[in-house]
């Protein structure tokens, strides 16, 4: 069983475009959490989504930041006209229910996003 | 979610037994402790997860005081790949996201 996949794993964007980051959970898992640390600091959520809906997206930037997971394929975070605060590692985990005490997040390797 | 105090950092001797406390005094009755590390760059790993009672799995020990106020947790024997970030959780059995504080910066040397 393969863990949770991201891509790409370093991607560079100049300030205005667009980023575009893909995860694919764990096979069974329906439950995806995106997670961002900026550079020197810790981890913070982003959003939790379960196949087709958003359950929590309280820590997303108001603007330009969207996510998405779809019934069939990856989990997608999009981020508009990026800016140099948006450089950070992005983290995507999956986990086949919410009971954080019976089933774990599993987290992928992140990507690295760098906007010039 | 009850919010936890760890040391900024912390050395260990390869071979030798590493403790990492946590404090987590505000803690509620139905919130459970978790230790995740990060090792440089990679995305966080869960390690072990306990309410009440000590827990021992493969990799680690947790150890939670009676009045559940603190907590240690055990790497027993360290190896320099357990060099990571230890970030010690406190969240509900059913939750949405974890709260990751600043970690303990864990350093084991040869």
């Known amino acids: 069983n393969a863990g949770v996949m991201q891509n790409p794993r370093h991607l560079v964007r100049r300030r205005g475009q667009e980023a575009r980051l893909r995860c694919s959970p764990m096979k069974g898992h329906s439950h995806v959490y995106w997670y961002r640390q900026l550079p020197e600091e810790g981890l913070k959520f982003m959003v939790y989504?379960?196949?087709?809906?958003?359950?929590?997206e309280s820590g997303m930037p108001k603007e330009r930041f969207s996510a998405e997971f779809p019934k069939e394929g990856p989990s997608i975070l999009r981020i508009q006209q990026v800016v140099r605060g948006d450089s950070a590692a992005y983290f995507c985990?999956?986990?086949?229910?919410?009971?954080?005490?019976?089933?774990?997040?599993?987290f992928g390797p992140g990507t690295r996003l760098t906007v010039l | 979610d009850a919010k936890t105090t760890q040391p900024t950092s912390m050395d260990c001797a390869e071979g030798r037994a590493a403790n990492l406390p946590c404090n987590h005094s505000?803690?509620?009755?139905?919130?459970?402790v978790y230790w995740y590390r990060q090792i440089h760059s990679q995305g966080p790993q869960y390690i072990i997860h306990g309410l009440k009672n000590n827990e021992t799995n493969e990799m680690a020990s947790l150890i939670i005081t009676e009045d559940r106020k603190s907590s240690t947790l055990i790497l027993p024997h360290a190896t320099l790949r357990d060099t990571a970030v230890y970030y010690c959780i406190v969240h509900m059995e059913y939750g949405n996201k974890l709260v990751f504080g600043a970690g303990t910066i864990l350093r084991v040397k040869s």
């Open positions: 505000t803690i509620s009755g139905n919130e459970y």
């Open positions: 989504l379960q196949k087709e809906n958003i359950i929590d």
């Open positions: 985990a999956s986990s086949p229910t919410p009971y954080l005490a019976r089933d774990e997040q599993f």
